[in-house]
T-cell receptor
Framework: GNSVTQMEGPVTLSEEAFLTINCTYT??????LFWYVQYPGEGLQLLLK?????DKGSNKGFEATYRKETTSFHLEKGSVQVSDSAVYFC???????????FGSGTRLLVRP | EAGVAQSPRYKIIEKRQSVAFWCNPI?????LYWYQQILGQGPKLLIQ????????DSQLPKDRFSAERLKGVDSTLKIQPAKLEDSAVYLC???????????FGSGTRLTVV
């Protein structure tokens, strides 16, 4: 079946460090891929998305490229800030289904 | 634009009791979803409504969980009787009807003791 695997956290970085959070997926066909962010006490917010191979999604300095050959959608940011501390979820939507399938989430902690 | 409203924000109940959660989606959104997020895991879809009809409830434990969406707007999710393993955050989301443009509510955190 369809699934998403994320690197386990927590990931602890110093401010201005480079961030990578790995995400790989298993799906039939050509899923759409998403990164959601969950700040403490808040709901999930869409961070970025990509709908076809080689698409690059970007927002707020974050970016991820849809790599079909490696079935990956890794999240990157060149210089993290304390305000980026949150839990990040990779997700996919496959076929005609509206259902989002999420990974287990990766907690990011950025220290000043 | 108002977001997806959920209540209550927190709920603590004893096992075998019943509980209900309420969700008001974004105005005009045809599709409404309930997700369960257990601590340390990603959200999992429980049920999806299109207007007031059920599209997908394959992951809903129907012996104890029920949900309805009256008049295709508000929705209520009920658990009766609750078990310890139902402790989780229950997230409501809505979308215009195409599966794109999901908006999530802040969730209801349920603790079963």
């Amino acid at each position: 079946g369809n699934s998403v695997t994320q690197m386990e956290g927590p990931v602890t970085l110093s401010e201005e460090a480079f961030l990578t959070i790995n995400c790989t997926y298993t799906a039939t066909g050509y899923p759409s891929l998403f990164w959601y962010v969950q700040y403490p006490g808040e709901g999930l917010q869409l961070l970025l998305k990509a709908t076809k191979a080689d698409d690059k999604g970007s927002n707020k300095g974050f970016e991820a490229t849809y790599r079909k050959e490696t079935t990956s959608f890794h999240l990157e940011k060149g210089s993290v800030q304390v305000s980026d501390s949150a839990v990040y979820f990779c997700a996919l939507k496959a076929g005609s289904s509206y259902k989002l399938i999420f990974g287990s989430g990766t907690r990011l902690l950025v220290r000043p | 634009e108002a977001g997806v409203a959920q209540s209550p924000r927190y709920k603590i109940i004893e096992k075998r009791q019943s509980v209900a959660f309420w969700c008001n989606p974004i105005s005009g959104h045809a599709t409404l979803y309930w997700y369960q997020q257990i601590l340390g895991q990603g959200p999992k879809l429980l049920i999806q409504f299109q207007n007031n009809g059920v599209v997908d409830d394959s992951q809903l434990p129907k012996d104890r969980f029920s949900a309805e969406r009256l008049k295709g707007v508000d929705s209520t999710l009920k658990i009766q009787p609750a078990k310890l393993e139902d402790s989780a955050v229950y997230l409501c989301a809505s979308s215009p009807g195409t599966g794109e443009g999901y908006t999530f509510g802040s969730g209801t955190r349920l603790t079963v003791v």
